[in-house]
């Protein structure tokens, strides 16, 4: 009676040679090289290129690949793809000589040797092509130090708008603070500031501007940065009535927490980048906790619509869905 196969071939193993029959005949053996593979799987360190683990490996490669293609795209293709962004933006108490009025908003350019002109160039032209009633810029021209500011006032001096072009500071502008908290660059503010308003741009410190269409008012307020421990929002909005709208441009978007007793229809903002990295399963991570509150994007504080741009420049040439934004603001009556 014949047993099972293998049972027969262990037994075959065991018995001596019978005289006449091969050993081959008798059992079923593997392929040379398959009995080799097997005898390398067990050795340590060879045992990843056989499954299970050739699977694991295979994921492994597959995390590689996609991590560099991201890469990739975050360092050559998205910091320069600019994008174009509308919002329909509800303001009560607005005129009906101001209904539809249009604002583009501009921030972070962050001239620098990083920041290449095109760019630029291509956000000016991009903000001029809308048709604007007003542009607002709202801070860091340049990224550090005095070098750029002549090249960035005669770019942003292209801009062109119906009723102006109006702009307010950034920290970058106040420079960066060495680690004793002295500035680097102590006349910074006050050369960007000139060099803005040598080519038609009125840079507001603290005050506002009201501009008017027949008996109607729509207030423009800017202030200095949050940190250049000269932000002055009362000083800014004084003299305003509270019955007609305002608009605020302020560089941190943190500026929305000294508004308690200020009407503001409007903040935008700019500084945080967007975080410039959104990395899947890491999210902004280069933004602190609290950063990553008002990150970027429409935000609703109090009665405040405060907007948060991603900007057009970098301080490090690094953007991953956070593509940089020009932003369009069509302003309408509230009902
Ligand atoms: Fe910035």
Redesign the pocket.
Known sequence: MNGPRGISSLRANNHPKIPGTSQASRTRRRPVSIRRALRLSKLPGLGSFWPPRKRAARRWTGWVGRNWARVTYARHVEPTWLELTHHQVAVPDLPLLFDGFRVVHL??L?ASHRVPTSLLMEAIDLANAQQPDVIAVT??FVHAGYRHVDRVARIVSRLRAANGVYAVL???DYSVRNALGWRRFPRLPETIAAALAGQGIRVLRNESVTLRRGESALHLVGVDDLWSRVCNVTRAFQGLSSHEPRLLLAHNPRTVNQLADQRCDLLLS??T?GGQVNWPGLGRFLLTKRNRRLAAGMYRCGNVSLYVNR?V?F?FRFRFQTRPEVAVFHLQRAS
């Open positions: 921030t972070d962050h801070g860091d950034g920290n970058h700019g500084h980048h900007g420049g301080g």
